[in-house]
């Protein structure tokens, strides 16, 4: 733990995804186990009708942050939102917003996805490997990162038994799917989304092995890494 402190200390960590499950729990973890923390900039989106800031109010009051809100509630100003979409390029953020991330950023941690299963192709193309794409060109432009973080997931390559810590191959180019998807109708895309993503059972399964590959294109240009959730079984 006291090695990951010192990496944490005086950092700049740049969450998309945030108030998703994990984001909120990567949030809460950073903010209380590594409090010499500089700041962490999180990407928020208006949703329900909520703005950006009720958004951040909202997930600072969940149980999930009652220990730092009760002993240590300072540290919750190291938090700062940044107003945006990842749908958007440089994800619509302001230019005042986008430099700050670009001039301050060390750390990415990238957790923005649609995690609906039943997603049409189109939608899980455009919030899972075009998403990633803006992520990785933004990065490009960072002054001093560290490291980015993909998060994929244990069921990206659901034609194996196993899956060793390696990236595995498709048959479609990341960029291939990406002009596609910008091209072709919602209606013509889901006319063909059983062949194409055969054998996946879902196009969330599909989309993250897809951006994997985008992510492993860029291992010569970027310190980046993939990481792959699982769920876990409660075991009684």
Not at 25 to 51: F, H, N, P
Not at 85 to 111: A, E, K, R
Request: overall charge neutral; some cysteine; aromatic content about 8%.
């Amino acid at each position: 733990m006291a090695s990951i402190r010192e990496f944490y200390k005086d950092k700049t960590v740049f969450i998309t995804g945030a108030s998703g499950f994990m984001g909120k729990v990567l949030l809460e973890k950073l903010l209380w186990s590594c409090q010499d923390i500089k700041q962490i900039l999180i990407l928020i989106r208006e949703k329900r009708g909520k703005s950006g800031s009720e958004r951040v109010d909202q997930i600072s009051k969940l149980p999930l942050f009652d220990r730092i809100r009760n002993q240590k509630p300072e540290l919750l100003l190291k938090v700062k939102p940044v107003f945006g979409d990842i749908l958007s390029v440089d994800f619509g953020l302001s230019s005042d917003d986008l430099q700050l991330v670009i001039d301050n950023t060390n750390i990415i941690f990238h957790m923005a996805a649609t995690i609906n299963f039943e997603a049409p192709l189109k939608t899980a193309i455009e919030m899972n490997v075009r998403g990633v794409q803006y992520v990785i060109n933004m990065a490009k432009r960072m002054l001093d990162l560290k490291v980015m973080v993909h998060t994929s997931t244990t069921f990206c390559c659901t034609d194996y038994d196993v899956l060793e810590e390696k990236i595995y191959d498709w048959n479609i180019e990341p960029k291939d799917l990406l002009n596609c998807s910008e091209w072709m109708s919602e209606d013509a895309m889901n006319a063909i989304t059983k062949e194409l993503i055969s054998p996946h059972p879902n196009t969330y399964c599909y989309t993250k092995r897809i951006a994997e590959l985008l992510v492993r294109d860029e291992y010569e240009n970027l310190p980046i890494v993939i990481a792959r959730p699982s769920l876990s079984k409660k075991v009684a």
